[in-house]
């Protein structure tokens, strides 16, 4: 007994220590958030240090995205990456290549749901950004695929942005939207921000009172 309440103080003082040092965003994407097709400075993550430099913030960003990765690939990377990195946050930004390639959406939100579990075990918030499936993957899936997220932010009281490219994809403005249909150009980075700072914003302003 004695040996176990002392591996029970050693454990409590080593997470306590852990949530001390963390530090940073983590972001997990896939492509949306890796910039594909165009230079990676050019890309909304590269953006987002621009704009807490801007705002007076030394928060360390780290981009973590892959292109083609699925929630699959990130629930796989996501132990190294908070080991690595131990952030104070975890952008979660993947799904849409499990919807484009026509995977199970339980199998998506268990995914999702692991992720966030893991990154909450390591002393991390979490922040997730949505995705929307375009109408010819049919309404049943759509749905189905769109109420992943709403799912998982409610099961787990994450904040949630429900559709990264709002305003972006399926719009009349095709210079927003790169020929393949499915990746956005350089000129759409800032509206994705946009749609993704006020998450990011309000964790920052949450931060500084605590």
């Known amino acids: 007994m004695r040996v176990l309440k002392k591996y029970l103080v050693i454990a409590t003082l080593c997470m306590l220590a852990g949530s001390a040092n963390a530090q940073g965003i983590l972001i997990v994407g896939d492509s949306i958030s890796a910039a594909f097709g165009m230079d990676i400075a050019d890309g909304w993550v590269a953006l987002l240090e621009q704009r807490l430099e801007a705002e007076g913030e030394s928060i360390p960003v780290v981009n973590a ?84 997220f709403d799912d998982v932010s409610t099961e787990h009281e994450v904040p949630l942005m429900p559709f990264l490219l709002e305003g972006i994809a399926g719009t009349a403005d095709q210079s927003l939207m790169q020929a393949d249909g499915v990746h956005p150009t350089a000129q759409a980075q800032q509206r994705i921000l946009d749609n993704a700072w006020p998450l990011i914003d309000a964790w920052r302003s949450s931060r500084e009172t605590r």
């Open 65 to 148: 995205s892959v292109s083609g990765d699925t929630t699959a690939g990130g629930l796989a990377r996501l132990p190294r990456l908070l080991e690595r990195h131990s952030p104070e946050v975890v952008v979660i930004e993947l799904g849409g290549n499990d919807g484009l390639r026509g995977m199970r959406p339980t199998d998506m939100q268990q995914n999702l749901s692991r992720m966030v579990e893991q990154a909450q075990n390591g002393g991390a918030e979490v922040l997730l950004l949505g995705m929307r499936l375009p109408p010819n993957y049919g309404q049943r899936f759509t749905d189905a695929f769109a109420q992943v």
